[in-house]
């Protein structure tokens, strides 16, 4: 198993510009979420989904876009960048249910200058 | 809403020295709790849980228990090593969520352990 896959590792982006982080698993989990990390602030939510075709925001969805066609894939897009978009971002994945083991990815550390 | 604390960091213990890290929470009903690991340029990984009052979890020498009368969830170790250097991450899950498995993060605690 791969686990959970993230690309690119690294990106530089310039304010206004869109693009999409990629994320997949294949542990046929049916949760997947995106979180994004800054110093200081822990790990905040973006957006998370419970299967394919159902997706909802967490604490910080503001400038940020999902789809989750699949059960493997859950693509985040920045729709307009912003230097506050300057983060690591993080993809998790597990089955449902409050006791159970989130998967992460390695992240994307992103700078949008 | 639910929420997380953990011990202010940085920690710098030298080798074998004895580790806490305080968490507490808030949260409705009986939630899950998480204690997660992060090494350096790398993703969280799961360190320990439990997911009742008085559980114990226990991983690589680690343990935490879960205690609802303090709301606590502080972990411990008797005798750190330099490959324990990383930021640990206090979370939880919490009942009555749309999705039992979204996770609060506590601001994490950067240890680093000297030879």
């Known amino acids: 198993n791969a686990g959970v896959t993230q690309t690119p590792k690294f990106q530089v982006l310039k304010t206004g510009q869109s693009m999409t982080l990629q994320c997949a698993q294949d542990?046929?989990?049916?949760?997947m979420s995106w979180y994004r990390q800054d110093p200081g602030m822990g790990l905040r939510l973006i957006h998370y989904?419970?299967?394919?075709?159902?997706?909802d925001q967490g604490e910080v969805p503001n400038g940020y876009n999902v789809s989750r066609s699949t059960t493997e894939d859950f693509p985040l897009r920045l729709l307009s960048a912003a230097p506050s978009q300057t983060s690591v971002y993080f993809c998790?994945?597990?089955?449902?249910?409050?006791?159970?083991?989130?998967?992460f990815g390695p992240g994307t550390r992103l700078t949008v200058l | 809403g639910n929420s997380v604390t953990q011990m202010e960091g940085p920690v710098t213990l030298s080798e074998e020295a004895f580790l806490t890290i305080n968490c507490t929470y808030t949260?409705?009903?009986?939630?899950?709790l998480f204690w997660y690991v992060q090494y350096p340029g790398e993703g969280l990984q799961l360190l320990l849980k439990?997911?009742?009052?008085?559980d114990k979890g226990s991983n690589k020498g680690f343990e935490a228990t879960y205690r609802k009368e303090t709301t606590s969830f502080h972990l411990e170790k008797g005798s750190v090593q330099v490959s324990d250097s990383a930021v640990y991450f206090c979370?939880?899950?919490?009942?009555?969520?749309?999705?039992?498995?979204?996770?609060?993060f506590g601001e994490g605690t950067q240890l680093t352990v000297n030879p």
């Open positions: 989904s419970v299967g394919a075709g159902i997706t």
């Open positions: 949260a409705t009903g009986y939630p899950s």
């Open positions: 439990a997911t009742k009052a008085d």
């Open positions: 998790a994945s597990s089955y449902l249910g409050g006791g159970n083991e989130q998967f």
């Open positions: 542990m046929n989990h049916e949760y």
């Open positions: 979370a939880l899950t919490a009942p009555g969520e749309t999705s039992g498995s979204r996770l609060t």
